[in-house]
């Protein structure tokens, strides 16, 4: 899901808006800072949390900013361009332009182009480019003509791929459009035309992109009101040749067909794009945000002072020029994946954390055909058609795929890590090809378990259970739980049936091995787990000590120690915190033996126990479950297997906790409910009166 929060406007005053809007919204070298640059004169620094201007500067009349202003995030200073040529660097202390550093160069600048960890890049209005560094110790240097006279730079980005920057910029020249990619580092550009349909070209182009594996995924809005996609090689093995690529229907009327200003897209992330513009003709103006892998749309809002058609986003902040304002509307996308859209999906994530790992890529998948999206199947089949021709990304991927299939663990495991070394975060589906041959090796060879291997790539926290099916099936053959655990840890779309044997296999080890791993403490790894293992910190030890006699699989209650020992806490936390959706979980559920369900909701009825009474939390694992997450698996437990446990007789004490803690559950919501209902009705009275300028002072006593 995604939401658009309120909106704010930005102060004015000393900005200047021309017909079509600013020349560009910039990030500076601060998170919450931004350059905004009028199409006049001026640039204004804008702390964005204060709502207010940091700094401003301006040009001398007669001359005009032709360039956006942009940060140079190595050094801190800001670089922009008056009059076409002219470029000028400066920083906060400096207060007259006219004062700070010029440089007049020998072509026209089309735009500056600033991303982190590289210098910013020039791009010239016929098609060069330069990185500032270069440009600065030989202004006036000659600048090569890369395109012809009559192709205009209509939309530029630049990327970072492996530590080079990717310079993409689209050209128009009577209609017709063209795109260049060029490699900073090697030099290398590469030429192609974009195949249009008649009734598809743009009146006006809109161009949004984004890295997809060896691709540039180009997106444009068109007349008929659609959303197109190009995929288009970073790599190419003809850079000479002029290389035809045709797009493919990604959105259906996503804008007004009718529609002529006022429109823009942008993409928010691998799976949103925000869309500005009309939904029906003569409608007014939206903001939408729509889901591209889902095709739906997730929110809007409408637009009634109409913008200039431009559209910017840092971070997790849109600017847009809405009337003559510029307004910040901050926005939430959540991971898009099938468990947030029909069931549960963890939300929390702690600080210091990595993020949610990327699904699985199927157009990439061997063996996998769609039947049902056209616009897909034409989109894999020219990614199938185009990826032949291009360089590796990695080098030595191939030698250690070769090195997989039969050497030793050891050397597998030696080459491995010199791999990761040299690799960079955003290699995921090599690292899913990788994870698939050291799989299809273990399934041909019953003694293959390269443990070491596999731990080392699920910690790259790059994976999930789509872009390596099996490994969670082999972990379930060798009984593997520090595995499983990390991979309920990390995987946002674990099949439910899965979860299910997890956690069939975390409640079904014996006593006797319970009842060694509490008395003796030794330093033997048992099924992947030490008793220094991260999962059992001090404060878990410290609550297996309390525990006592815990290990017996059932307690009398009411609970006063936790049933489990901490590291079967730490594998059913994991459980707890894993993604699920019911209708698919409840059948699972019911091939779980009676018994290790009893023990499972003695469990959780101790958690709650823990939770609500305000005790010290000194479970194991990461991060405690919540008491809506222990909610939810007692319903679960309950509603699959109630005649299960209902006949048996350690279970009637516990059926009868649970009926008491459910009895204060519903009383605690409907005393929250009278309170909800109290306070919107003073809500209401405080609406309906006007302060008129007065003060005053109200105190309100709720029993």
């Not at 034409?378 to 191939?398: M, N």
């Not at 901490?566 to 707890?576: C, D, E, G, I």
């Not at 000194?618 to 698996?633: A, E, F, N, Y």
Request: hydrophobic content about 40%.
């Amino acid at each position: 899901m995604a939401a658009l929060e309120e909106e704010f406007t930005l102060s004015t005053a000393v900005l200047g808006a021309g017909p079509e809007g600013f020349l560009g919204v910039e990030q500076s070298d601060k998170a919450d800072q931004f350059l905004v640059t009028d199409s006049g004169r001026t640039v204004v620094l804008y702390k964005v949390s204060d709502q207010k201007p940091l700094g401003s500067w301006s040009v001398k009349q007669g001359q005009s900013i032709t360039c956006p202003a942009v940060c140079n995030f190595q050094t801190g200073e800001y670089i922009m361009v008056h009059d076409n040529k002219v470029l000028r660097i400066w920083n906060n202390e400096d207060v007259n332009l006219d004062k700070v550093f010029k440089a007049t160069l020998s072509a026209e600048v089309h735009r500056i182009h600033s991303v982190q960890r590289t210098e910013p890049l020039v791009l010239f209005r016929r098609g060069a480019a330069r990185g500032l560094e270069a440009l600065l110790a030989e202004p006036q240097q000659n600048i090569e003509a890369v395109i012809p006279e009559e192709e205009v730079i209509r939309w530029s980005e630049v990327f970072m791929l492996f530590k080079q920057p990717v310079l993409i910029f689209i050209t128009e020249n009577h209609e017709n459009y063209f795109a260049y990619v060029q490699l900073c580092k090697s030099h290398t550009l590469s030429k192609y035309t974009l195949l249009l349909g008649k009734e598809e070209k743009s009146v006006k182009p809109n161009f949004t992109a984004r890295v997809d594996g060896k691709f540039i995924s180009l997106m444009s809005l068109s007349s008929d009101g659609c959303m197109y996609e190009t995929l288009i090689p970073i790599y190419s093995s003809d850079t000479e040749k002029n290389q035809r690529l045709v797009r493919a229907l990604m959105l259906k009327a996503v804008v007004s067909g009718s529609a002529r200003n006022g429109v823009a897209l942008t993409v928010l992330d691998q799976d949103h794009v925000a869309v500005l513009g009309p939904p029906l003709p003569a409608s007014k103006e939206y903001l939408s945000i729509w889901n591209i892998k889902f095709q739906t749309l997730q929110t809007s809002k409408e637009l009634p002072q109409g913008t200039s058609g431009q559209l910017w986003y840092h971070g997790e902040i849109l600017f847009m020029l809405h009337g003559k304002c510029l307004t910040v509307i901050p926005y939430k996308c959540e991971v898009s994946c099938l468990a947030s859209a029909l069931g549960k999906l963890k939300h929390t994530q702690e600080s210091g954390t990595h993020s949610m790992p990327h699904f699985v890529n199927w157009e990439t998948c061997s063996g996998y055909e769609r039947g049902s999206y056209s616009a897909d199947q034409s989109r894999t089949l020219r990614r199938k058609k185009t990826e032949a021709t291009l360089q590796p990304e990695v080098p030595g991927f191939k030698q250690l795929l070769s090195i997989i299939k039969k050497d030793s663990e050891k050397h597998i495991e030696v080459e491995l890590r010199k791999f990761l070394a040299k690799s960079t975060p955003d290699f995921d589906t090599l690292i899913g090809d990788i994870v698939a041959g050291l799989l299809g090796r273990c399934k041909a060879e019953s003694s293959f378990y390269p443990r070491s291997c596999l731990m080392q790539l699920i910690q790259t926290h790059v994976l999930s259970c789509s872009l390596c099916p099996g490994l969670m099936e082999i972990a379930l053959e060798h009984t593997d739980v520090q595995m499983l655990q990390l991979c309920l840890q990390q995987f946002p779309d674990i099949p439910e049936s899965t979860t299910c044997a997890c956690l069939k296999l975390f409640l079904s080890d014996t006593i006797q091995d319970e009842k060694k791993e509490t008395e003796e403490q030794t330093e033997i790894v048992q099924n992947g787990f030490s008793p220094e293992d991260s999962s059992c910190s001090t404060d878990s030890r410290q609550l297996n000590k309390q525990a006592g006699d815990a290990t017996k699989e059932t307690i009398a209650f009411p609970v006063t120690s936790c049933p489990v020992t901490p590291k079967r806490a730490a594998l059913l936390n994991a459980v707890l915190h894993s993604a699920y959706s019911e209708p698919f979980l409840l059948p699972h559920l019911k091939d779980i033996p009676g018994k290790h369900i009893t023990l499972f909701l003695q469990y959780l009825y101790f958690l709650y126990l823990k939770c609500s009474g305000n005790a010290a939390m000194t479970l194991p694992g990461k991060s405690p479950p919540t008491v809506s997450q222990i909610m939810d698996w007692i319903c679960l437990l309950l509603d699959a297997n109630f005649t299960v446990v209902l006949m048996i007789p350690e279970a009637k004490r516990l059926l009868l906790n649970l009926y008491n803690f459910v009895k204060s559950q519903i009383s605690i919501y409907s005393e929250l409910n009278k309170i909800e209902v109290s306070f919107r009705e003073l809500q209401k009275l405080n609406q309906e009166k006007s302060s008129r300028g007065l003060y005053s002072i109200e105190v309100l006593e709720l029993f």
